[in-house]
């Protein structure tokens, strides 16, 4: 189950030793969280998800500076379309709801966007970088903001939800973080259908 020692992962400087630890001490606790989500979700979404941990393929030289896995409807991948992500940087836990950059349809669920009331989307926090740790609080400011700058920069990302920190308190009690997660992704589900009508649009 995560808890605070599953950032101890980082400590690691070297790449074989940091993947090593990544698959042996938090795949695991993914795995099980990732398969815990798809049986909460599907009453809400009628599909079954799939989960997707993180390769680290590209990592020849450095190690992983994060780590996590991604709920999508795919079998095939999940950087296509709007996807759930949970995982780790070395001081945070993230929970969220993410577009790429990248992704396919990325114009017709840009505009979608516009639609969407800023007081019902159920985050704390957003990002226009799922690449860097860095998040600011959601308002409807932020909100904006970041939503305008999907719409008009190509390589701009859009994730929300939520970022813990190592030291917050539920850390203390694995439960907590496992109800906290559950708690943000159910809520983010509505969201989840409506990016995912759009994407899915002809």
């Given at each position: 189950?995560?808890?605070?020692?599953?950032?101890?992962?980082?400590?690691?400087?070297?790449?074989?030793?940091?993947?090593a630890k990544?698959?042996?001490?938090?795949?695991?606790?993914?795995?099980?969280?990732?398969?815990?989500?798809?049986?909460?979700?599907?009453?809400?979404?009628?599909?079954?998800?799939?989960?997707?941990?993180?390769?680290?393929?590209?990592?020849?030289?450095?190690?992983?500076?994060?780590?996590?896995?991604?709920?999508?409807?795919?079998?095939?991948?999940?950087?296509?379309?709007?996807?759930?992500?949970?995982?780790?940087?070395?001081?945070?836990?993230?929970?969220?709801?993410?577009?790429?950059?990248?992704?396919?349809?990325?114009?017709?669920?840009?505009?979608?966007?516009?639609?969407?009331?800023?007081?019902?989307?159920?985050?704390?926090?957003?990002?226009?970088?799922?690449?860097?740790?860095?998040?600011?609080?959601?308002?409807?400011?932020?909100?904006?903001?970041?939503?305008?700058?999907?719409?008009?920069?190509?390589?701009?990302?859009?994730?929300?939800?939520?970022?813990?920190?190592?030291?917050?308190?539920?850390?203390?009690?694995?439960?907590?973080?496992?109800?906290?997660?559950?708690?943000?992704i159910i809520?983010?589900?509505?969201?989840?259908?409506?990016?995912?009508?759009?994407?899915?649009?002809?």
């Open positions: 189950m995560l808890g605070r020692t599953s950032f101890e992962v980082f400590n690691d400087p070297t790449l074989p030793g940091r993947l990544i698959q042996t001490e938090v795949d695991p606790d993914f795995e099980t969280l990732g398969e815990q989500l798809t049986q909460l979700l599907y009453p809400e979404l009628q599909e079954t998800l799939h989960v997707h941990l993180a390769k680290h393929l590209r990592r020849h030289k450095n190690p992983p500076v994060d780590t996590w896995f991604a709920l999508s409807s795919s079998k095939r991948g999940y950087k296509m379309m709007p996807h759930f992500e949970i995982g780790l940087w070395p001081n945070w836990l993230f929970i969220n709801l993410t577009l790429l950059g990248d992704m396919k349809q990325r114009q017709q669920v840009a505009t979608s966007l516009n639609l969407i009331d800023w007081q019902l989307v159920p985050a704390m926090q957003i990002s226009s970088d799922h690449s860097s740790s860095k998040h600011e609080d959601y308002s409807q400011e932020t909100w904006q903001a970041a939503v305008q700058r999907f719409q008009q920069v190509a390589k701009s990302d859009l994730v929300l939800g939520t970022w813990i920190h190592k030291n917050d308190d539920r850390f203390a009690n694995p439960k907590a973080i496992e109800q906290t997660i559950q708690q943000q809520d983010l589900a509505p969201l989840y259908q409506a990016l995912m009508r759009a994407y899915n649009e002809s």
